[in-house]
């Protein structure tokens, strides 16, 4: 029976809370200019080379990337089909086409050998996900993408300080995208963050939402000269409050990650003589940060479903879920060929460029929502008695 509990994530420290409750009693919850102490600290965090643009959301932030490089109707961006579906809406949201490789079904990451047969001549850039906290094979990808002339991005939504061969993620695309909701291992209330390469595409990712006090004056001066500073903006300036509550958490954040991380290792080790569950190997390189804990579950070592080994945890005091149960190119929103579906704004882009997912075969992707439950991993102090519990726990649904 699992009686501990991980401490409260996000941990609001009294420094925090006094910053937070001094901004509601000022009432900045709102700035026009955006949060640029925050953007100060994470390009320090990032290693001070990137330009950093703090937005509403994760989902903005992707938004953002994709229109600063140019990405637009028609284009194609390769991707995975097992992932939340924010990475993929964010594609269709600017007009673009999302295609999909598979999967390594063990690590949940795309598989970098099934990626260049996935190539079209449409194709514009590879957009990876750092699933779970997982750090995806970044490094091959880009080498890959400079090869073919393609851009690369990095989804580090759920990945935020992990490690690739000594690197922080968001260092090998030409841009990242971050969500910081308050869920995640650097949580505010809602928001996120865009990592750019190119200063030059940082600004035309301005120019689509940007309030112009956010602006540099002497920027903000020759786009007014140019009778290109206005109104015409997407919604994605940030609530000050999430920007303010990231930003004092981020000191801790490393210290967090070791936690998680250690936790995690501890669990495989308990994991040895559990019938049927195993934690996935780390990548090759990798520092992950463990944002969700994602087992593979194997019924034929119990002879139990899956469904029913996750009721028997309930009990236990594990609480379980199936992250992505279904990957993204099986969901029925996205067959425009379906009529018997609300339409959505998607549907025409998708048969204007003739795509039909219910043809794309990613076997990698299939096996592992079949396989696969995830439950939180807040466990951001060592915890090796929560660790020896949740295996027994495991252990005792496991038996047959």
Not at 35 to 48: D, K, S, V, Y
Not at 153 to 172: I, M, N, T
Not at 336 to 356: K, M, N, S, Y
Not at 380 to 388: G, K
Request: charged share 20%; aromatic share 8%.
């Amino acid at each position: 029976m699992l009686t501990e509990t991980p401490p409260l994530h996000p941990r609001r420290r009294p420094e925090i809370l006094a910053a937070a409750q001094s901004l509601l009693a000022e009432g900045a919850w709102t700035r026009l200019e955006g949060a640029p102490e925050t953007e100060a600290a994470l390009r320090a965090f990032h290693g001070g080379e990137r330009e950093v643009w703090w937005v509403s959301s994760g989902t903005a932030a992707l938004e953002a990337i994709l229109l600063g490089h140019g990405i637009g109707p028609g284009d194609e961006i390769l991707t995975t089909p097992y992932t939340w579906g924010a990475t993929v809406s964010a594609i269709l949201a600017i007009g673009a086409v999302p295609l999909f490789a598979d999967i390594d079904p063990l690590t949940g990451l795309l598989d970098p050998a099934d990626l260049p047969a996935r190539l079209t001549p449409r194709t514009k850039a590879i957009l990876g996900v750092h699933l779970f906290g997982r750090p995806f094979a970044a490094d091959r990808l880009r080498t890959l993408c400079d090869s073919r002339g393609l851009l690369l991005f990095e989804d580090g939504s759920q990945a935020h300080g992990a490690r690739l061969h000594g690197r922080r993620v968001g260092a090998f695309g030409h841009a990242a995208a971050f969500s910081c909701m308050a869920y995640k291992p650097l949580g505010g209330t809602e928001g996120g963050y865009a990592l750019f390469a190119d200063p030059a595409a940082a600004e035309r990712a301005y120019l689509h939402g940007k309030h112009p006090r956010g602006l540099a004056p002497e920027r903000a001066a020759a786009l007014a000269a140019q009778g290109l500073l206005d109104s015409l903006q997407l919604g994605w300036r940030p609530c000050a409050l999430g920007a303010e509550l990231a930003r004092l958490a981020l000191p801790w954040l490393d210290e967090e990650n070791a936690a998680r991380r250690a936790n995690a290792e501890h669990l495989r080790a308990l994991l040895a003589d559990v019938p049927g569950v195993s934690l996935p190997p780390e990548p090759p390189g990798a520092e992950s940060v463990h944002h969700l804990m994602s087992l593979l579950y194997d019924e034929r070592a119990t002879d139990l479903p899956r469904a029913d080994f996750l009721a028997r945890l309930r009990p236990l005091g594990v609480e379980t879920f199936v992250y992505i149960p279904t990957p993204i190119h099986r969901l029925r929103r996205l067959d425009w060929t379906d009529p018997a579906q609300p339409p959505v704004f998607w549907h025409r882009q998708l048969r204007e460029a003739g795509i039909r997912y219910a043809d794309t075969r990613l076997p990698g992707a299939e096996r592992r929502s079949a396989t696969s439950f995830e439950m939180a991993w807040n466990w951001t102090e060592p915890a090796p008695r929560a660790m020896e519990q949740l295996a027994s726990a495991l252990r005792a649904a496991a038996r047959r």
